[in-house]
């Protein structure tokens, strides 16, 4: 079974194993094979879970292939610490990255990692939850699955949610991945949605209390907006909330607008 560490240069390897058996700090900087750099935390926090998605099983990796030289805009709604951003820098090289994220830990590990990288000129980042209004809200503080309220209650986070359809304009969008713990919902129901120009569109799907089925209304929704699926193995939270990713595809010759 690949590992995370097997990702990493040698170096980073044998730093990496020692932290693990006996942590000196709650973090580590990690180089990988392909020369980027990371910042990992130590638990609590889930780096170690998401990374090991990221790059080892690649769980955005698309299942239909798309030529690195076609993609020119990516959007990353929910980029947690950066690790997607830095997947999409390496496997499309071309493309300018925006990163929505309001998490204010995640933001300076977001902002780290990116400069880690040299990647200021290809990332736009975002401080900022991506809703269907613009407003101040409230974040429940759960790691990588906080998510978005409208009421305070004490505990939450102070954040702002902007306009996403205003915020990212109409030009094309070659991919868009939304991550964002149930607000993924709203944005792919607003009528606005079906206007965007988005050639292959990364769902994760959380089937939260109040859209228990939402991996079926999404499913419809999307196969009305003519797109090509293909489902991504599903799961659950630490809070027991059914979650999956579905990919959809805008064929050739379909705009993605009525």
Not at 128 to 140: F, I, K, N
Request: hydrophobic content about 40%; some cysteine.
């Amino acid at each position: 079974m690949k590992r995370l560490r097997d990702q990493m240069t040698s170096l980073s390897r044998l730093r990496y194993l020692a932290w693990r058996a006996a942590p000196f700090g709650t973090s580590l900087k990690a180089t990988l094979l392909n020369r980027q750099r990371l910042i990992l935390r130590s638990a609590p926090a889930d780096d170690l879970e998401i990374a090991y998605e990221v790059f080892v099983t690649e769980v955005y990796r698309s299942p239909r292939v798309i030529a690195p030289r076609s993609v020119h805009r990516i959007v990353d709604v929910g980029a947690n610490v950066g690790y997607t951003v830095l997947y999409w820098a390496e496997h499309f090289p071309g493309a300018h990255i925006e990163a929505f994220e309001p998490h204010p830990e995640h933001l300076n590990l977001l902002a780290q990692n990116v400069h880690l990288n040299n990647l200021e000129q290809r990332v736009t980042v975002r401080p900022v939850a991506a809703g269907v209004h613009t407003e101040s809200a409230y974040l429940v503080d759960a790691g990588s699955s906080s998510r978005v309220i409208s009421q305070n209650r004490p505990g939450v986070i102070p954040i702002q949610t902007i306009d996403f359809f205003e915020a990212i304009g109409t030009a094309p969008i070659d991919l868009l991945k939304l991550d964002c713990e149930g607000s993924e919902y709203s944005l792919l129901m607003d009528n606005r949605f079906k206007r965007l120009k988005v050639k292959t569109l990364i769902v994760e799907w959380d089937a939260t209390p109040a859209h228990p089925h939402a991996d079926d209304e999404i499913t419809v929704r999307l196969r009305d907006l003519g797109r090509s699926l293909y489902f991504g193995d599903g799961g659950k939270t630490p809070h027991g909330i059914r979650v999956g990713i579905i990919w959809a595809y805008t064929e050739p010759g379909f705009n993605g607008m009525d």
